[in-house]
């Protein structure tokens, strides 16, 4: 079953934690995002993907990090620094960089 | 800088009236448009993919134009169910590296 997989579907964090979302593909694609949704908004964009090993911070990077070390796996840290991360979080892939696919996302919220 | 606007940014309608939702941008150099569907608490499910050298696209009771020249996309619904009700939302793949949306339109069909 293709798809793209996230993990875990609902998050708490304590204040000052560092927690990291996981992304997982099996489509084969190439390039993979992450965008935050607040109620009421569109998508932001977090972090982009290209290719292994290489990553892109978007419009709205400072508070977070990512690794791309497997062409499947695109996890996202929420670290400390991000002082409102109580979110929507959404991973997607890029089929030829032109198409996006979804994942069913996580939320992430503050205790 | 590319941006992109959806509206109205909600519409409620009774069940069984056509009707269209509408997306403008700002830069016409674009690679392609996609139309989504987002049910409450869930992931971006894709409806349609119009590429840049297309003018639409149909599935179903649905059918998506592209008028790059004058920066907009329609989306036309017809026949409009109560399992119609949900956000609706435009991305263009842009700059060949990332995906701009639009903050959505809230669609409630009325049984």
């Known amino acids: 079953d293709g798809g793209i997989t996230q993990s875990p579907k609902y998050l708490f964090r304590k204040e000052g934690q560092n927690v990291t979302l996981s992304c997982e593909q099996n489509?084969?694609?190439?390039?993979m995002y992450w965008y935050r949704q607040d109620p009421g908004q569109g998508l932001r964009l977090i972090y982009y993907?290209?290719?292994?090993?290489?990553?892109q911070k978007g419009d709205i990077a400072e508070g977070y990090s990512v690794s791309r070390e497997k062409k499947e796996s695109f996890p996202l840290t929420v670290t400390s620094a991000q002082k409102n991360p109580t979110a929507f979080y959404l991973c997607?892939?890029?089929?030829?960089?032109?198409?996006?696919?979804f994942g069913q996302g996580t939320r992430l919220t503050v205790v | 800088k590319q941006e992109v606007t959806q509206i109205p940014a909600a519409l409620s309608v009774p069940e069984g009236e056509n009707l269209v939702l509408n997306c403008s941008f700002t830069?016409?150099?674009?690679?392609?448009l996609q139309w989504f569907r987002q049910d409450p608490g869930k992931g971006l499910t894709s409806l349609l993919l119009?590429?840049?050298?297309?003018r639409e696209q149909t599935s179903g009771r649905l059918n998506a134009s592209l008028d790059k020249s004058s920066g907009r996309s329609t989306l036309y619904i017809a026949a409009s169910q109560p399992g119609d009700s949900a956000t609706y939302l435009c991305?263009?793949?842009?700059?060949?590296?990332?995906?701009?949306f639009g903050s959505g339109t809230k669609l409630n069909v009325k049984p």
């Open positions: 997607a892939t890029g089929r030829g960089n032109t198409e996006a696919f």
């Open positions: 489509l084969n694609h190439d390039a």
């Open positions: 993907s290209q290719i292994v090993n290489d990553f």
């Open positions: 830069d016409s150099a674009i690679y392609n």
């Open positions: 119009i590429q840049s050298s297309q």
């Open positions: 991305a263009l793949y842009y700059n060949f590296n990332k995906f701009y």
